[in-house]
């Protein structure tokens, strides 16, 4: 064991009240856990848990080094899944789950705050099973240290998976961010959180302009900050695309910033990204550029099935879309949802043009959305308030394509997307909480949309 990891595994001793043996190494824990801890750790510890939904037990299980490992016996069948949290340090932690004593496969944690689930290998059959986590790439460099910290592990068992859930897709919130006293930016993301359950709600995204301009104090960056802070609490994942008016393109009172330059400025992102980034997103897998959220992509898992939120530029560069491309063609079991601040207008047409991007709308349409076979969703705002379309892609599949721009300046629009993956159905509505307002006129369902298994 090396000192770093034994000056850390010290002070987790120094705070414990309870002080066990397993594996041969100490191992601590909490006198007041609800229940014992599902693990046995070797060159690690039992700790509080700092990660949230808290587990039963309280407590999870800490890995610091590529000897460092977790083993439990788990009943069920299907995949092993995971919670976990880790520290980021020049990269995410990833661990290797070995099922009687198979290793099935690998998975990064990409949280430092939401213990998640990770799906890891594939199906295995009914019965009980030992199962061992280990910490396969740890890295330190001043001033971080990579860690991992396991929660649970438990199995899928096919049959009881609940095949309904819901994600949300806010739109264009610039007209919330003008005055510290307007309170409808955070009253929707309180509202999502205090109805998680009932929605069962998994993701939440947005279709850009979440600022109007930006300014030399960032204060309508700061209102936005604070309202997406109780999306990150409750550990829901999140991503947010990057409108025209999130960039220096636009100045102060929304015209351009520098007429001459707009062109370039729209790729300028700079402020956006220091009051967003990837670890307060929660489960973004992959960045085009490194430390700039603006073309990623998050995963995650909800009735049964694999789900990819692909979040891209205005306008993308051709480099973006092809990066796009060999993102959704590494991923051929994901149903994707595709996030970008302009793609439809009002009337449910495919915009033209590229205004001052580089690419249209239609040519993401032709050159990534209808090309693969499990892209599912386009969701966009910037132009109209609200609109749908359906289109088939080159390999049959339908692509469901939704508008929320509304621009309110009295209330704030939510829609609410419910999949029903044994149904193979959707129902979308809008919904505002701050007035509890229906837009009833865009409420759709449609079955038959195809769920990739």
């Known amino acids: 064991m090396r000192i770093r990891k034994s000056r850390s595994a010290l002070v987790a001793l120094a705070a414990a009240t309870v002080v066990a043996v397993a594996g041969g190494v100490i191992v601590t824990g909490t006198a007041n856990a609800a229940e014992p801890s599902q693990f046995t750790v070797v060159e690690g510890a039992i700790r509080t848990a700092t990660g949230t939904p808290v587990p039963a037990s309280g407590t999870h299980a800490s890995l610091w080094g590529n000897s460092s490992y977790a083993t439990t ?3 069920g069948s299907g995949r092993v899944l995971i919670g976990a949290i880790g520290e980021n340090c020049q990269g995410w932690p990833t661990v290797r789950v070995t099922v009687d004593g198979v290793s099935v496969g690998q998975t990064t944690i990409v949280s430092a705050t939401s213990y998640g689930t990770y799906p890891v290998g594939t199906v295995v059959g009914a019965g009980q099973h030992n199962v061992k986590i280990q910490f396969v790439n740890d890295f330190r460099a001043e001033p971080c240290d990579r860690n991992v910290h396991i929660a649970y592990a438990r199995m899928e068992t096919p049959g009881t998976t609940d095949t309904k859930f819901s994600f949300a897709v806010m739109p264009d919130t610039q007209q919330e961010v003008l005055s510290s006293t307007d309170t409808r930016f955070r009253n929707r993301t ?72 707009t062109r370039e400025l729209v790729r300028d992102t700079t402020v956006f990204n220091q009051y967003f980034t990837v670890s307060q997103y929660g489960a973004v897998r992959g960045q085009f550029e490194t430390g700039k959220v603006d073309n990623s992509y998050s995963t995650f898992e909800a009735g049964g099935v694999q789900w ?41 047409n495919i915009e033209q043009s590229a205004s001052y991007g580089a690419t249209s709308p239609q040519y993401l349409f032709d050159n990534l959305v209808k090309q693969y076979a499990n892209i599912r969703f386009v969701f966009s705002g910037h132009v109209g ?41 959707l129902r979308t509505w809008i919904y505002a909480p701050y007035n509890n307002q229906s837009f009833t006129e865009y409420d759709r369902s449609f079955t038959g949309i195809g769920v990739v298994r």
Do not use: C
């Open 73 to 75: 016996s788990i009943t």
């Open 308 to 348: 990819m939120v692909l979040t891209l530029e205005l306008w993308p560069r051709v480099e973006a879309v092809n990066w796009a491309k060999n993102v959704v063609a590494a991923h051929p079991g994901h149903n994707v949802i595709v996030v970008t601040h302009d793609f439809i207008d009002g009337n449910g």
């Open 190 to 261: 309180d509202w999502l959180v205090q109805n998680r359950s009932a929605l069962d709600l998994r993701f939440v995204a947005s279709s850009g302009d979440v600022v109007n301009w930006d300014t030399p104090d960032h204060s309508q960056y700061v209102i936005a900050r604070n309202a997406m802070r109780p999306i990150e609490t409750a550990g829901i994942p999140y991503s947010l695309a990057i409108g025209n008016h999130d960039t220096q393109a636009t100045g102060v009172g929304g015209s351009a910033r520098d007429p001459a330059r």
């Open 385 to 425: 308030v609200a609109g749908n379309r359906v289109d088939t892609g080159v390999n049959g599949n339908k692509i469901y394509t939704f508008l929320q721009t509304f621009h309110s300046n009295t209330t704030n629009p939510v829609r609410l997307v419910e999949i029903d993956t044994a149904a193979n159905s």
